[in-house]
């Protein structure tokens, strides 16, 4: 069983950064990001496999949002710039043992507690 906790949600402006980072207990293959809001199903937000070498996002995130990982670190990371106002939600780690990504909540097989990201307009 691998444990997945995130860190490095907050309250900010809108334009500013943040960056999520997920600490796993053991070692990951493909990790993804959602977010949820309340009365909404969790969407997919970016996903990464295990080498790194391939990367996909949510249209609305494209060229604001960059994930990344560190194999030795067992932790994946999620730097959100430019953030706006409906980005704002729970957003949760996930790691599945395949070694590549899925972009449905079904893909995966952890799933970490949640972190609230809030943007202020």
């Known amino acids: 069983q691998v444990q997945l906790v995130e860190s490095g949600g907050g309250l900010v402006q809108s334009g500013d950064s943040l960056r999520l980072s997920c600490a796993a207990s053991?070692?990951?293959?493909?990790m993804g990001w959602f977010r949820q809001v309340p009365g909404k199903d969790r969407e997919f937000v970016a996903g990464?496999?295990?080498?790194?070498?391939?990367?996909n996002y949510m249209n609305s995130v494209k060229g604001r949002f960059t994930i990344s990982r560190d194999n030795a670190k067992n932790t994946a990371y999620l730097q959100m710039n430019s953030l706006k106002p409906e980005d704002t939600a729970v957003y949760y780690c996930a790691a599945r043992r395949g070694t590549t990504f899925g972009t449905e909540t079904t893909t995966y097989d952890y799933w970490g507690q949640g972190t609230q990201v809030t943007v202020s307009s």
């Open positions: 053991g070692r990951t293959y493909g």
């Open positions: 990464i496999n295990y080498s790194g070498t391939s990367t």
